[in-house]
């Protein structure tokens, strides 16, 4: 295919060495590369692009390089409909970096006679009215400032509350998100802004609902990242890693995310671009005076309080260091629970488990609900890595009641998890794992709270396991909390490459009460299991007493080898 020409001048900047992106943008480079760029059956159309950059030029401001590459894929689309390749754009990055103003034009243009789609009509929406105005005020004062005989006022009309093509129908407005107050429109574009105050999808979920009655209907999530955590921006940047890594190639989501890659890098002022492309080189005057500006709160962040010193690298460098007060571990090191990072930034490379058999385990279950998903695995403890060796099953009558956004059947092929019929998870499904794991492994305990255990406890004692019972569940989180972020930051948990895992851990709401004890949750009660995660936990309570044995297995081996046995 033509690459369209600002795509390929953008990229050719990052390769000379001339700007600095964030691992996140090198990642979009590598799977624009591997997914986009080499395919036959689309095209930029860079004639309305084109039309694009001159409309908002003449209108509102001139374009930085990483804004023609962006908007560059807005107008990608198949040969054979026309209709755009990305419907989605995830645009994540720091306060100050353009994000309402490159919506402000590219909405504008939307209504315009220039995008040639009849009412094709423009929503924003965010959490309070001034947020959602933000946008539409810019446009509004666009058109304002152009004069009553300019051409932009002979071309829409403009209130306070809409703005309106004289020409083709189209319409621009503002909501708040409250899926109630929602006023229906047939639209063609949405704005989510500042997604990170979103605490779930339902007004996403709403505004969703009411697309692709026009042709070309697109959504743009923009956000800095914020201090709510378990909310919608969480399950968005979860989704937008699966996208980068080439993990969904059926999503056609555009994820452009520009933050910091390490917090060390706040004292490197060049390093900040990758938080603010504004600050690519040669920064304009805008860009200028706003590097200025953050420079001076970094320099007085010595004399402020602690949280000024967190919502700067929030807001200012898009990086805030993951809250354990609410999430059990930061996506990296879940990351690094199968992986490790290559020689190049966006290598990974598999951590290497080590030989499992003749060790001795410790089997953890989580049972919570025979109705959904049931958690199984073992523990086994090498150095001071522990190796978890997992499974699950899901019912599918609730899969068919309840979308997970996630890719159970992906995983199900991959032998992750089973997917059974019936109107309960089976107990034979447990216990035969158990039993098929015991041929390869030591393993004769499990573990498992109470309060599902009566319907195990039999089945598993008659072939011989020893079940350790947890009489209060929510006490051992507390215990076990220092020691499992420990393990998490310390990297001495293996997965390896299990994305089941990383999604049941990901989905982990760490609660503390008021006693500072701490309990884990799931972040949604229906759509973010936790199960396999729960049985870990389980297994880790009792793996010291009991793996402890293992270094005497592996002594004994020795022996024997030397032996020549």
Not at 389 to 413: C, M, N, Q, Y
Request: proline letters at 2%.
């Amino acid at each position: 295919m033509k690459i369209n020409k600002h795509v390929t001048f953008y990229m050719n900047q990052y390769d000379a060495g001339k700007i600095k992106v964030s691992k996140y943008v090198v990642l979009l480079f590598t799977y624009l590369k591997n997914y986009v760029l080499n395919r036959d059956d689309i095209y930029f159309d860079e004639v309305t692009h084109e039309r694009y950059i001159a409309f908002t030029e003449k209108n509102y401001f001139k374009l930085m390089p990483f804004q023609k590459f962006i908007t560059a894929f807005v107008f990608l689309f198949y040969k054979e409909d026309n209709n755009p390749f990305f419907d989605q754009f995830f645009l994540y990055k720091a306060r100050g970096a353009g994000k309402n103003g490159l919506i402000s034009s590219l909405t504008h243009f939307f209504i315009s006679d220039l995008h040639g789609i009849k009412n094709y009509n423009v929503s924003i929406v965010a959490n309070s009215e001034d947020q959602a105005k933000t946008s539409f005020k810019e446009v509004y004062n666009a058109i304002e400032q152009d004069g009553k005989k300019g051409v932009l006022q002979s071309l829409f009309y403009h209130t306070k509350s809409e703005i309106v093509s004289r020409t083709n129908g189209s319409e621009m407005r503002y909501h708040t998100s409250n899926a109630k107050t929602k006023d229906s429109l047939r639209d063609g574009c949405v704005i989510y802004d500042e997604v990170h105050e979103y605490e779930d999808s339902a007004i996403v979920d709403v505004f969703t609902s009411g697309l692709g009655k026009v042709k070309h209907s697109r959504e743009f999530f923009i956000t800095t990242d914020g201090f709510v955590r378990g909310g919608y921006l969480d399950d968005l940047k979860e989704r937008a890693m699966s996208v980068l890594k080439g993990e969904a190639p059926e999503d056609n989501l555009f994820v452009f995310m520009a933050t910091l890659d390490d917090e060390k890098e706040l004292e490197d002022y060049d390093a900040w671009q990758k938080a603010n492309p504004m600050f690519h080189e040669p920064m304009n005057d805008y860009a200028k005076e706003l590097f200025r500006k953050v420079k001076r709160q970094y320099v007085t962040l010595g004399n402020s309080k602690p949280t000024a010193r967190i919502r700067f690298m929030t807001k200012r460098m898009n990086f805030p260091a993951t809250d354990l007060t609410a999430s059990v571990a930061t996506w990296e090191e879940i990351w690094r629970t199968g992986f490790e990072t290559g020689p190049n930034d966006d290598e990974k490379i598999l951590r290497k488990i080590p030989e499992l058999k003749h060790r001795v385990a410790v089997g953890g279950l989580d049972f919570a609900s025979i109705r959904d998903f049931a958690s199984v695995g073992l523990l086994f403890k090498v150095g001071e890595d522990y190796i978890w060796k997992t499974h699950s099953f899901v019912r599918r009558g609730f899969l068919d009641a309840v979308d997970l956004k996630a890719p159970i059947e992906d995983w199900h092929e991959q032998g992750l998890l089973t997917i059974v019929d019936g109107p309960v998870i089976d107990i034979k499904h447990i216990v035969d794992w158990f039993v098929a794991m015991r041929e390869h492994y030591g393993v004769n305990r499990i573990v498992a709270d109470t309060f599902r255990l009566d319907l195990v406890k039999t089945a598993l004692e008659a072939e011989g396991f020893e079940l350790i019972y947890i009489r209060n569940p929510k006490a051992i989180h507390s215990l076990l909390a220092p020691r499992v972020e420990t393990l998490f930051a310390q990297n001495h948990i293996i997965y390896g490459d299990n994305p089941l895992m990383r999604w049941f851990t990901n989905n982990v709401y760490v609660k503390i009460k008021k006693d500072g004890n701490k309990e884990y949750l799931k972040k949604d009660e229906v759509r973010r299991k936790t199960d396999g995660f729960q049985a870990f936990i389980h297994a880790l309570w009792q793996a010291d007493n009991i793996l402890e044995d293992d270094i005497d297995l592996d002594e004994s081996l020795d022996a024997l080898e030397a032996l020549n046995f």
